[in-house]
Structures are given as C-alpha cells and as structure tokens.
C-alpha cells in the first residue's frame, strides 16, 4: 500500500503537468464544468466504484502519463512473487502470463500509450525493488539512521523494527478462524488415531 501510495502521488503530478492527445479519435473530451465540491466529491466516489474503467462509463481525458491500471497489476504481480514460497513456479509462471495478459489488453482497447504502460511497469518495478532492499537489508538503515529519516522517511517509519528478510509464514489473521482450524484438527487427530488403534485390535 505504501508503495502504491507513493506511485499514485507522482502519478497525480504527471497528469497535472502533461498532455497529450487522445488515444481514440471518435472519443468526446468536453470540458466539465464542477459546480460545487459536492459534485466534485461525488464524481470521485463514482470513479473509484467504477475502478476507472470506460466499460463501467467512466469517463477519463487526458490522464495518460502514466498508466495506473499497469501499476496496480505491476504490483500484485511482483507482491505475489515475493511473498509466494519460491517453489510455486506454476502460480508465478500464471500470476506473469495473467499480468502481460492484463497489459496487452489496455493497448488493445486503446487505454493508453505504449510509453504510458512502460513508464508505469519501470517505475512501479523499480520502487518495489528499491523499497525491499532498503527493508531487507538493515544495515543500510542503521548505518545512518539520520539520513534514512529524512530521504526515506515513510519507509524508515515501517521497516525500522523489521530483522531483515521475513520469512514467507501464512497464519489465520482473524483470532476465531484460527480456534474453528485448530478445532478442526484436533477433531482429525482424534478420529485418525481412534480408527489406527481400533485397525491395530483387529489385526
């Protein structure tokens, strides 16, 4: 999310300060006219609920530079292959394919520029990489924690309790759930060793 954050920050400077023509000719850009900021505040609800995209009528201009549904699939597909066991290469093979996939068809459906696509594929993977770098390797933090404060300081603020590398370990987030599986397998161990004991009288 931090990651995500911080891409979508810059990205709302490059729209601000660029434009460029539209991808698709017969598309209508007419300039809107606000009229108060509950309008505003309702548009942006509209956008989001529609997750910006033309099928579900919503209507973009001129936010190209750079593509943000290539960021979002940029990021799910590296935060899968991170925080995946590293002998899962079927699900990585797949979570690559779905995600080229996913880019392919914004260029087909003329969503954006082929520049758009890799200015937003190079700076989300770049700043993936660079944030878990940073986070892995602690001794680039305590070196100079001052320094750390002040170019980096959302991530110093997140990663700075961290030991290094987390290992990939996936646990029940919701306490109850956690009780209704452990539950679960007492009752399996219960039954497993009632029916090994009653098959060993038998024999």
């Known amino acids: 999310m931090i990651i995500a ?8 400077f ?14 209508n850009c007419n300039r809107i006219e606000v009229k108060d900021g509950w309008e505003r505040l309702s548009r942006v609800v509209r956008f989001y609920a ?22 979002i699939m940029t990021l799910l597909v590296l935060s899968i292959n991170e925080y995946t066991p590293r002998s899962m290469i ?3 093979t797949l979570n690559w394919i779905v995600g ?8 087909l459906g003329h969503g954006h520029y082929t520049l758009d696509i890799l200015l937003a594929f190079f700076i989300s993977s770049k700043l993936f990489s ?13 070196r100079d924690t001052h ?13 700075q309790d961290t030991d290094g590398h987390i290992p990939n370990e996936y646990e029940w987030p919701l306490p ?3 009780k209704v599986e452990s539950f679960y397998s007492d009752v399996k161990f219960s039954f497993g060793s009632y029916f090994s004991s009653k098959s060993k009288q038998d024999v």
């Open 176 to 178: 109850k759930v956690k």
């Open 5 to 12: 954050a911080t891409i979508y920050l810059l990205r709302s």
């Open 90 to 92: 079927c699900l990585h």
């Open 14 to 27: 490059c729209v601000m300060s660029t434009a460029i023509p539209m991808p698709q000719k017969e598309y």
């Open 50 to 71: 529609a997750i910006g995209l033309k099928s579900n009528g919503i209507k973009t201009c001129g936010d190209y530079v750079f593509s943000g549904h290539t960021v």
């Open 130 to 142: 660079y944030h878990h770098t940073i986070a892995i390797n602690m001794s680039l933090i305590s």
């Open 100 to 107: 080229i996939f996913g880019v392919f068809f914004i260029l």
């Open 147 to 159: 320094r750390m404060k002040k170019c980096f300081p959302v991530l110093y603020y997140f990663e």
